[in-house]
């Protein structure tokens, strides 16, 4: 079923950088009901991609996708365009958030929760290195963390280094990363649970650093 | 709920109503899974509009508990008067019961007074009874104690006026009392005088004021009630 969802999604036109400047623009200057809508469904392949990275449930996967829509829907109407971060940066934040929460309500999905706020946590320097769109001042800094990222990962074990390339790196699907890996979804999970939570852990001087440059 | 909220709650249901429509378009032609995926779209919408509506009610009912709850003055000004009610009566019942006992007190030294006088004047009766006296003699107001509170004291005190022979010239309307008499020499009823002499009054100034004794009755059981109540009390 949830292939069914992702071919369906994968049919959804994606924004392009200057087309999504003037969807907000209509939007948040002149009030457009319709660009808010092409917004909110061009960015519908972020919440699946979120939710399915948390866990392999069926179930528990569509309930996050309804709260994580909830947090896109909050994202594009909180959206400040006159700051410089990206929205997917921003509405990652607020759909992990809801799902968080949601996770935290449902004490039965705890491991999932831990999972979920691992990834919270070091999404942002993951999200960094593979963010390509780094402009010339930027440079020196997104070298810096490359370099130390690169170095982390490198430290884990070749499983766990192909489970964080592939979902955080080149933004595969899970079921289609560990069918390249020829493993149990189950067992995928795990291993990125492990990855993220030794990740967190080298990086932490990183994030640290990080937090206080702002 | 402010204006912008239910701005906002509005815009939330119709555009819930807009991802319903699209829904119901895409189901029609038969294209399911697109069509579940705008009705997750109005199902988000509705639950944007319906937390929007429920925080507005916390909000509201956060804002009622603030305006119930009394502030510090409210809270404390009426436990701050009870107390001060409380002292006042406190201390008017002790005001009131030290007046009373040093009312009290005062009225039992008249008493005990009065039943000295009254035993002194008890005691002069045998003495003068064996003297023949005078029917010329005029009392000495000292000599004859006439307290007002002493009902019986008072009741003797008639008899004898009754009895007493019309030349003798006490004054009745005087209030009865512990006075000295004016005239130290007309204090006429020294008891050790009458006990020295034996049962004779030697000075005849002195004879010559004295009432017949046997004009005088003392209720004597009236006296020991009061000797024996102003001794209970203390006094």
């Known amino acids: ?168 790196l080149l933004d595969k699907e899970p079921a289609v990363s560990a069918q390249e890996m020829a493993i149990s979804l189950s067992y995928y999970y795990k291993l990125q649970k492990k990855a993220l939570q030794r990740l967190r852990g080298m990086l932490s001087k990183l994030r640290a650093e990080m937090k206080a440059s702002g | 709920m402010s204006d912008m909220d239910s701005g906002r709650l509005l815009a939330h249901i119709d555009e819930a109503k807009n991802w319903l429509d699209k829904a119901k378009e895409e189901y029609k032609g038969s294209n399911r899974i697109r069509g579940d995926l705008h009705l997750n779209l109005a199902q988000a919408e509705v639950k944007c509009a319906w937390e929007l509506s429920r925080r507005s009610d916390v909000t509201k009912i956060d804002a009622l508990r603030q305006t119930d709850q009394p502030s510090w003055r409210q809270r404390y000004i009426l436990p701050a008067a009870a107390v001060l ?53 005029v009392i000495p107001e000292a000599a004859v104690s006439h307290p007002v509170s002493v009902k019986s004291e008072t009741a003797a005190v008639k008899t004898a006026k009754v009895e007493k022979p019309a030349e003798s010239k006490v004054d009745e309307k005087r209030e009865p009392s512990i006075e000295t008499p004016r005239n130290p020499s007309e204090n006429i009823v020294p008891v050790a005088t009458h006990a020295i002499g034996g049962g004779r009054v030697e000075s005849s100034s002195v004879a010559g004021k004295i009432q017949p004794v046997s004009s005088f009755v003392i209720d004597e059981e009236a006296l020991t009630r009061e000797a024996s109540k102003s001794l209970r009390l203390g006094k």
């Open chain 2, 85 to 137: 009610l409380a002292g006042m009566m406190v201390g008017a019942a002790l005001y009131w019961q030290w007046k009373q006992s040093s009312e009290m007190q005062s009225d039992s030294i008249a008493m005990e007074t009065e039943v000295t006088e009254t035993v002194k004047s008890e005691s002069v009766v045998p003495t003068v009874q064996s003297q023949p006296v005078a029917s010329s003699q």
């Open chain 1, 1 to 168: 079923m949830i292939q069914q969802y992702l071919a369906e999604l994968s049919k959804i036109h994606l924004l392009a950088p200057q087309e999504e400047t003037d969807l907000w623009h209509q939007y948040k200057v002149e009030g457009s009901r319709e660009a808010r809508q092409k917004i909110i469904e061009s960015y519908q392949p972020l919440v699946f991609k979120i939710a399915s990275q948390i866990t392999p449930l069926e179930d528990l996967i569509f309930d996050l996708i309804q709260e994580g829509t909830v947090g896109l829907i909050e994202a594009v109407e909180h959206f400040d365009v006159t700051k410089a971060v990206k929205f997917s940066t921003y509405a990652s934040h607020r759909i992990r958030g809801r799902m968080i929460d949601y996770l935290r309500r449902h004490r039965s999905n705890q491991e999932y929760l831990e999972l979920a706020i691992h990834q919270e946590e070091i999404q942002d320097i993951l999200g960094f290195i593979a963010d390509h769109s780094v402009n010339v001042e930027e440079e020196v800094t997104y070298k810096i963390i490359h370099q130390q990222v690169r170095l982390a990962i490198s430290r884990l074990n070749p499983k766990e280094q192909k489970v964080i390339c592939d979902l955080y």
